[in-house]
Nanobody, 121 residues
Framework: QLQFVESGGGLVQPGGSLRLSCTAS????????IGWFRQAPGKEREGVSC????????KYADTVKGRFTISRDNAKNTVYLQMNSLRPEDTAVYYC??????????????WGQGTQVTVSS
């Protein structure tokens, strides 16, 4: 069973940066596109970014374009989300999940427990 562990969240001031990590447990990430998602209190979960299995293609939500960068290191079985110029509206629990690149943000699954990101002064 695919299982992810997200880490790297925390409290950061507006304009600050965080790097989230998504590590696979018990399987190799090589064959999967990996997506980052987030869910703020009272809101639906939304797709943030996605990276293809090879790492050669990426997608971003309009709200994070130019501020967030997704990358992967298949040798470490880990996908990263570098988040810069953070805003209070980026506050959410961030999750990663596996799926097919062409269908993102739909049809992704195997959710981890998430990591909390709070942007506040």
């Amino acid at each position: 069973q695919l299982q992810f562990v997200e880490s790297g969240g925390g409290l950061v001031q507006p304009g600050g940066s965080l790097r989230l990590s998504c590590t696979a447990s018990g399987f190799t990430l090589d064959y999967y596109a990996i997506g980052w998602f987030r869910q703020a209190p009272g809101k639906e979960r939304e797709g943030v970014s996605c990276i293809s299995s090879s790492g050669g293609s990426t997608k971003y939500a309009d709200t994070v374009k130019g501020r967030f960068t997704i990358s992967r290191d298949n040798a470490k079985n880990t996908v990263y989300l570098q988040m810069n110029s953070l805003r209070p509206e980026d506050t959410a629990v961030y999750y990663c999940a596996a799926g097919e690149y062409r269908t993102w943000p739909r049809l992704f699954g195997s959710w981890g427990q998430g990591t909390q990101v709070t942007v506040s002064s």
